[in-house]
């Protein structure tokens, strides 16, 4: 946390209206107890403000360097330097800043509260130098003398820890300060939760971040939030909740990127909700946000033929499949077709995957198509796959008792069509015997 050139601007204004009303501290004799400054030097300095506040800082340096050669007492040397720490850091030269606000803070009579001014407006300087311990120490010392420590110092306080990764520390005055904050009755500002809501995480503290991230959302509703406490979701393993956050922010069309839409997908699929996954898929195609590659098509057939949804499913798969320079999705559109009851389909779409190659599962391949065959009852066909299949050392106990069972309807067909034959013959032949039989009658009878 770092002090614009302006609130260090209201802080001098303030500091000059105390030495107008003479409201110092005690000091050593007389004349310092009055904070008296004598008139020059009061105008000097209200010179070197009114410069400062018109930009024009060289100036205002020139008429306080005008003081230096002058003798001046504790308080007015505390409000010289008090100026020149001002200048120099409106003028971003905060190395000089510290120093003279060092020699503020050195001036045995200067008012306790200009000293402790000095000391804030040090640590905050030193956090925007980015020495961060230098600015803990010095935060440290005015929280100590302070009478009503503020939340905000404790804030900053904590951000020093943080960027040195001294995250307990942290997180202990990030707690001061909400619980100062909540004393007041004040809402808890948004900055702070989402530094608690880092301490947490930087601790590997999955639990509280999330919780953090709850009551953000409660305060100020972000999606970026919800994506957040999606990922911590995640980490503890609640993936029904993850994926009813992450669904809550598609819902409002918070998400915008493929990844993130593919693996709002994903997730229905991981939670074996495949149809809730292919509407997604579906909707994200058709409104560009996905891309229709082959992988993604094969992503929507497969949540479709998870879904039973055939009709959807097959169109898909068939589109992916033609794309691909492997069998693989013909393998699967077979499989598709063989579940719809498409044998015939599904007997083609094998041979294809059979014929472009590239399969991690051949003979899986050849004994559905050798089923799909079976299925359409032409068992020479099918014994012809099986073999194939038995080939393939997985698959061989399968595709051997396809074939044992495949041969054994043929020859239970064949020999049902060689008794029909005979039946038939047998028929035949009666019929003729009787047919001789009645016109031998009928020739003795003539």
């Not at 004349?31 to 000097?44: H, L, P, S, Y």
């Not at 880092?198 to 639990?207: F, G, P």
């Amino acid at each position: 946390m770092s002090t614009s050139p302006t609130a260090i601007l209201r802080l001098l204004v303030a500091a000059l209206l105390a030495i107008s009303a003479g409201t110092v501290h005690a000091q050593r004799d007389k004349e310092q107890a009055t904070g008296a400054i004598d008139a020059a030097t009061f105008e000097r300095l209200m010179k070197a403000q009114e410069l400062t506040e018109a930009g024009q800082h060289d100036q205002a340096l020139a008429e306080l360097d005008q003081l230096k050669g002058r003798k001046l007492n504790d308080y007015a040397q505390a409000q010289m330097w008090n100026f020149y720490a001002f200048i120099y850091a409106n003028k971003e030269q905060y190395r000089k800043s510290i120093e003279a606000y060092q020699k503020v803070v050195a001036q045995p009579g200067a008012p306790e509260g200009l000293k402790l001014q000095a000391k804030y407006t040090i640590a905050q300087l030193y956090f925007q130098l980015e020495d961060y311990q230098a600015c803990i120490r010095f935060m440290t010392e005015w929280l100590k003398e302070v009478e009503k420590p503020t939340p905000t110092a404790h804030i900053m306080l904590a951000q020093a820890y943080y960027q040195a990764e001294q995250y307990d520390p942290a997180l202990r005055n990030v707690e001061a300060a909400i619980k100062l904050e909540n004393e007041a009755g004040k809402p808890l500002q948004e900055s702070w939760l989402r530094l608690l809501a880092a301490l947490y995480y930087a601790k590997s503290d999955y639990a509280r971040t999330a919780q953090v991230y709850e009551k953000l959302i409660q305060l100020y509703p972000k999606t970026s939030y919800l994506k957040q406490l999606a990922g911590m979701y995640s980490e503890l393993g609640r993936e029904m909740k993850r994926l009813a956050v992450y669904d809550a922010v598609y819902e409002h069309g918070a998400l915008d990127k493929e990844s993130e839409v593919l693996n709002l997908a994903y997730m229905f699929l991981g939670q074996g909700l495949p149809y809730k996954a292919g509407k997604i898929i579906e909707a994200g195609m058709a409104r560009g946000t996905i891309d229709k590659s082959a992988k993604n098509i094969e992503t929507l057939a497969n949540a479709w033929a998870a879904a039973s949804e055939h009709k959807k499913a097959i169109p898909a798969l068939t589109q992916a499949a033609q794309q691909s320079d492997k069998g693989l999705l013909y393998a699967r559109l077979a499989g598709v077709y063989f579940d719809a009851g498409n044998y015939a389909e599904a007997a083609e779409a094998a041979n294809k995957a059979d014929q472009k190659g590239g399969l991690k599962d051949v003979g899986g391949n050849l004994i559905l198509m050798g089923m799909a065959y079976f299925n359409q009852k032409q068992y020479e066909d099918a014994l012809q796959a099986f073999r194939r299949a038995k080939q393939h050392k997985r698959n061989f106990a399968d595709a051997a008792k396809w074939e044992e069972y495949t041969a054994a309807e043929l020859q239970r067909i064949r020999a049902l069509e060689k008794a029909r034959f005979e039946l038939q013959k047998r028929t035949e032949q009666t019929l003729e015997d009787e047919q001789n039989r009645e016109d031998a009658i009928r020739m003795r009878e003539e």
